[in-house]
Nanobody, 120 residues
Framework: QVQLVESGGGLVQPGGSLRLACAAS????????MGWYRQAPGKERELVAT???????NYVDSVKGRFIISRDNGKNTVYLQMNSLKREDTAVYYC??????????????WGQGTQVTVSS
């Protein structure tokens, strides 16, 4: 049993900042790539950023220079620092991780989602 629990969403004004966190717990042998996705109302879920177990990060063009993804491997936690937030960043943000469980089964796991609303 593996769980991803997200925290840190909320309401922020345009230009403001938020930091999301996602902690993986349970029967974990190894956590591979972790990432953040988002889904705005009426739109498909899109990839925001990923980070490999070695710390290599990738971003969707729309957040480059504003968002920073990082991870703490000792805590099986991934973070998303969101700066200079825009109204179009409003969405439910989901954490994703590729995890090998202690039974040596490799699967993709998702968090429950956390709402980020950028509004004045």
């Amino acid at each position: 049993q593996v769980q991803l629990v997200e925290s840190g969403g909320g309401l922020v004004q345009p230009g403001g900042s938020l930091r999301l966190a996602c902690a993986a717990s349970g029967s974990i042998f190894r956590v591979n790539t972790m990432g953040w996705y988002r889904q705005a109302p009426g739109k498909e879920r899109e990839l925001v950023a990923t980070i490999s177990s070695g710390g290599i990060a990738n971003y969707v063009d729309s957040v480059k220079g504003r968002f920073i993804i990082s991870r703490d491997n000792g805590k099986n936690t991934v973070y998303l620092q969101m700066n200079s937030l825009k109204r179009e960043d409003t969405a439910v943000y989901y954490c994703n991780a590729g995890i090998m469980t202690r039974s040596l089964s490799l699967n993709q796991f998702w968090g429950q989602g956390t709402q980020v609303t950028v509004s004045s």
